[in-house]
């Protein structure tokens, strides 16, 4: 990337209100560090505490998911130069905190602004008919719905044993979509150098 490709990468990123950007390898300690990043990027934004702490645990939550719910990459782990086996690199994801400007669809300038989060990675293709029946059920609750199905899945210790696809008892995108203020969009884009074996999921959510 030169300076003019630069300029660019900038102008759009601003033109998109992008506040926080993570593209690369997902790792607990690299989720512990863009969670404090983007803490301390909120704290010098114009919004409510409650908005603030819904961001922040939305991004907690879609960065949790890529790391458990992300196909890890299927070069695996390298060996080092003694001979010995190093860790296997983490899943790879993308994710962006943003909000949006005013002329992109808000009604005033002096409304509130409207924050959103959007996450990427590529997931197995035969888990994408069970994603896509949750979201969409998800996108047809309501917001008492959505709780109630929450307090469901705290009170439920067999959702592990039932559901292999979901861990923590389902409740990261219960609780992603408790916390927006519309229903969860989400998309699939096919990945075709993986000769269809994954497919690219991306999820937003609007705070």
């Given amino acids: 990337m030169n300076g003019p490709d630069f300029e660019r990468f900038q102008?759009?990123?601003?033109?998109?209100?992008v506040l926080f950007y993570y593209a690369g390898e997902f790792t607990p300690a690299v989720v512990a560090a863009a969670a404090d990043s983007l803490k301390q990027r909120l704290a010098t934004e114009d919004a409510?505490?409650?908005a603030k702490r819904k961001l922040f645990s939305t991004f907690v939550e879609m960065a949790h998911n890529i790391l458990h719910y992300a196909v890890p990459p299927e070069d695996g782990a390298a060996p080092a130069a003694d001979g010995a086996a190093t860790a296997a690199p983490g899943p790879k994801g993308a994710i962006?905190?943003?909000?949006?400007l005013p002329g992109d669809g808000q009604e005033a300038e002096a409304a509130p602004a409207q924050y959103w989060?959007?996450?990427s990675n590529a997931v197995d293709i035969a888990h994408v008919p069970r994603l896509t029946d949750k979201l969409d059920t998800l996108r047809a609750m309501s917001l008492e719905e959505i709780k109630q199905s929450y307090r469901e899945q705290l009170r439920n210790p067999d959702h592990n044993a039932n559901d292999?696809?979901?861990?923590?008892?389902?409740?990261g995108l219960l609780t992603i979509a408790r916390d927006a203020s519309a229903p969860l969009e989400y998309s699939f884009a096919s990945t075709p150098e993986t000769e269809g074996r994954t497919a690219q999921f991306h999820v937003k959510a609007r705070i």
């Fill in 48 to 50: 409510s505490g409650p």
């Fill in 164 to 171: 292999t696809l979901s861990k923590g008892a389902g409740l």
């Fill in 117 to 119: 989060i959007v996450c």
């Fill in 11 to 17: 102008a759009n990123a601003q033109d998109c209100g």
């Fill in 96 to 100: 962006g905190v943003g909000k949006d």
